[in-house]
């Protein structure tokens, strides 16, 4: 009798592992400044989360794979020049445009990343691409984009994603640079990196990330984001998309620390993103925020700025968008 109880419950638990709901969660970015967020600015940015969800959410409602849906979702905030990915990156201290973005599958644990790119017009593709089209993980500048070229991945003038708006910025951040009013880096408090973590109907989960770095970076910098562990990470248990100030998001490997709390320590996701996000990376110096879900569709968005562009598809399919902290 207990053998014949234990085996329906087997069958129950896995019936029910196999069809697990979809489950999509995104971000374009911790760094809203509340003065900065005019009316107008605000209905763009919240047309462009429900249309990256409603992209993403479609390809995990029809079946498809979570990889599939952070690549989808991605690519639509890429695509927008109000975000810090792709058209609308932000500005090296030379004035070029270098985007880095990454992509991890947690049912099989494979990677692609790239980084210092800067005529790729959808950064996350060619993540992808390395991925599944080459023996390795992560590529940067002039071969990534001589890969990008041998496997069809699309290239565009470096001049395309040049907005008016991240170009101002860059004079702002020289200016206050000049005068001394800013760390080394020239850190400028605009993140708006993109990121999207996934769970599939199978139960699989994945997280991908894009960014143009931050405002006045030099020197072939390169941030969290296409750094598997600091700014993306995923696993069987937990996917983890981070923004801010990536040189403490590597040096505390925050994506990973979430996710090995998670999974080691047995500890809530909602938990271990916050303890990451408002205790570590804070105590080192650093700011910014997650996306973080489990393996049950738990997710949670905590960010020590003031605000953070996110927004996420729930359990019956409702698209959500938010932005400041209240
Ligand atoms: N984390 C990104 C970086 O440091 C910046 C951002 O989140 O916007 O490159």
């Keep these: 009798m207990?053998?014949?109880?234990?085996?329906?419950?087997?069958l129950f638990c896995c019936a029910f592992a196999s069809a697990a709901t979809p489950m999509l969660v995104i971000h374009g970015g911790a760094g809203v400044i509340r003065k900065d967020l005019t009316p107008e600015?605000?209905?763009?940015?919240?047309?462009d989360l429900e249309t990256a969800l409603k992209a993403g959410y479609a390809v995990l409602?029809?079946?498809?794979?979570?990889?599939?849906?952070?690549g989808k979702a991605i690519v639509v905030l890429e695509d927008s020049p109000r975000f810090n990915a792709g058209k609308g990156?932000?500005?090296?201290?030379?004035?070029?445009?270098?985007?880095?973005?990454?992509?991890?599958?947690?049912a099989t644990m494979r990677v692609g990343a790239i980084a210092g790119v800067h005529r790729v017009k959808n950064p996350v593709l060619l993540a992808r691409a390395v991925m599944d089209k080459s023996p390795h993980v992560f590529m940067v500048g002039d071969g990534a984009e001589a890969f990008a070229k041998s496997v069809g991945?699309?290239?565009?003038?470096?001049?395309?994603?040049?907005?008016?708006?991240r170009w101002q910025q860059l004079q702002d951040a020289l200016k206050a640079e000049a005068a001394k009013q800013q760390s080394s880096l020239g850190r400028m408090i605009h993140y708006g990196t993109v990121g999207a973590v996934a769970l599939d109907k199978a139960g699989h989960l994945a997280a991908a990330t894009s960014t143009g770095g931050m405002t006045n970076k030099r020197y072939g910098r390169v941030g969290?984001?296409?750094?598997i562990g600091a700014g993306t990470y995923a696993n069987a248990h937990c996917a983890v998309s981070a923004t801010g100030w990536g040189?403490?998001?590597i040096r505390s490997v925050a994506a990973h620390d979430i996710c090995a709390r998670v999974e080691y320590a047995k500890e809530p996701i909602a938990q271990a993103a916050k303890e990451v996000v408002m205790d570590v990376v804070p105590k080192l110096g650093g700011d910014g925020g997650v996306i973080a879900l489990d393996d049950q569709g738990n997710f949670t968005t905590p960010f020590n700025t003031d605000g953070m562009y996110r927004g996420w598809v729930d359990k019956d399919g409702k698209v959500h968008v938010a932005i400041l902290s209240d």
């Design 153 to 165: 991945i699309e290239l565009v003038d470096p001049s395309y994603f040049r907005t008016d708006e």
């Design 224 to 227: 969290d984001s296409p750094i």
């Design 247 to 249: 040189e403490y998001y």
């Design 89 to 106: 990156a932000v500005f090296t201290h030379d004035g070029r445009n270098e985007l880095d973005a990454a992509i991890m599958d947690g």
């Design 61 to 70: 409602k029809d079946g498809g794979s979570s990889l599939d849906a952070v």
């Design 2 to 10: 207990l053998r014949r109880l234990a085996a329906v419950s087997a």
């Design 41 to 47: 600015k605000e209905k763009f940015v919240r047309a």
